[in-house]
């Protein structure tokens, strides 16, 4: 039975959070009636589009009939829509009892809704995000200035439940190994973990990061918001997200059932909800999901591929899918940037989604766009699009046609490091001397993915490069890496797939190829 110093701990934390979080987001309050209030800007941005279209893209839309509102939720707190469920989680765990003063959440992430969370460490909540080595150093930033505590995969946080096709038993002890040891460096207690290694390393063979924040939530007794399986992720945009678009197009003189929405896809909860009230209220479909380009990575967005298996991804309830090339809304966001628009590069996809089914699928009429975030975080990738860019990924046989660029072949993993027959395949399968590789220590390997820092080893192997070529298991440290040293003025290249892929490539078996490294 739960005590009164219980129920008073959390009545002081409710209103805490109330006070300090609820009362400064989107929520229903009663006045003369059910109103939304703190509702974020619904602005005009018709005339900016088709400038847009005219200046960047050589498009004239002056004659279609064209409305668009930009929904900006770039203008929450947290700097983005995610606040919203996450606000809606919390505080359902907090007057329910699931989450108590000092508690810790655990949530897999890519990036925004981490980010939402961490306002919780205002009222003495602790956060552990888990996130991927892919994510933009702009976005580990934010997610540093939240104080949110950070466990580092050396995976995809994308991926749906089940979703590999070749799941790579090593990689995923490797990463197991990788994770006791931040947990153990955060103070949790490395003989939990180890009692659950089993099941943590059947999800980490699946790359299901999604159920891995379930599972240390279990085991170490902490709160997960699930925010993919959450209904309240779907509700929150249903109840007052839509209610508060309509309300706002009520005011001047308009109506949502008048108007597509168009958005991105990230965990579904956004397109759910709005997509759902559109349904009840209208009976009607208005909801238009956005998807980059298959091989594109846009932060927090999922491709269309990667919306298997999840619960909100709802097909039969949108108007319409699109999938657009990422590298042409690039140009939309760098204009509306420029232009003082606050918008992220998932919002540039979804606008430029608008502009090409307005150009090429003769819809014109109205529009509301969801601006999910905003540009501080994507700031390091917002580039002169005119300027040639260096690359920072190559395949597999563009590294083999620009094989005399490379001074070097540099192994870059945390864990493993590569066996003398794996050095071999490295070096016979791109076209180099077995001499041109060189494997730094795993450690300096991690100490510069942590700080940002080229240990001593690795910079002497470095100095005087012109290019080299970084391989790891399946690309995503070396390309974090590659990030690094760009931003330190030295020129590197990620092999896509890493020895993985040259591996499978080659009829080889991994544990022909690596072993767990010893320094």
Known sequence: MESNTDNDSNSVLLERFQKEILSKVPHLEKTDGIRVINATPLIDITKDLKECAKKEFGLNLDGKDLLVYGKFDSNLLAGSIK?????????????????????????????????????????????????SRKLQEGV??????EKIRIINLDMDICPAPGMKDNPNILAAKATAANIRSQLSDLGFDPVIFDNASTEVQALLVKQDIINLAKLLAKIYDCFCPEQY??????????????????QQLHEKEQSLEDFRIVCTFGTGGTSGGLSRYMS???????LHVVFPLGDQDVAGIRTKSKTSGLKFYEPDQYAGQHEVDFNDAKRLLKFFVDKGHDIGESSALALYAVMQ???????????VVIVADGVQKYKKNLVDTGKKQNR??????EAISSVD???KVIWIHTQYTPREEGIELIAKTIGVDKNKVFVPKARDVEKLLATQQIPEELNKALEGSRKSLLVCMAGYTSLNAVKVLGD??????????GISALAQGKGKQMPELIRMATE
């Open 83 to 131: 606040v919203r469920p996450a606000v809606n989680i919390i505080h359902d765990a907090i007057v329910t009892g699931k989450i108590g003063s000092g508690h810790t959440i655990f949530e897999a992430t890519s990036g925004n809704f981490g980010i939402a969370l961490g306002q919780l460490s205002k009222i003495g909540l602790d956060v552990v995000a888990l996130v």
């Open 140 to 145: 580990f930033e934010e997610l540093r200035n």
């Open 229 to 246: 399986d959450n209904e309240m992720n779907v509700d929150v945009h249903r109840k007052i997200t839509a209610v508060e678009i309509d």
């Open 280 to 286: 009840e209220k209208y009976g009607k479909k208005s």
């Open 357 to 367: 089914m307005t150009n090429f699928g003769g819809f014109g009429g109205r529009f």
């Open 392 to 397: 920072t990924q190559v395949s597999l046989q």
């Open 405 to 407: 660029d490379y001074d």
């Open 488 to 497: 330190k003025g030295i020129v590197t290249e990620s092999l896509t797939g």
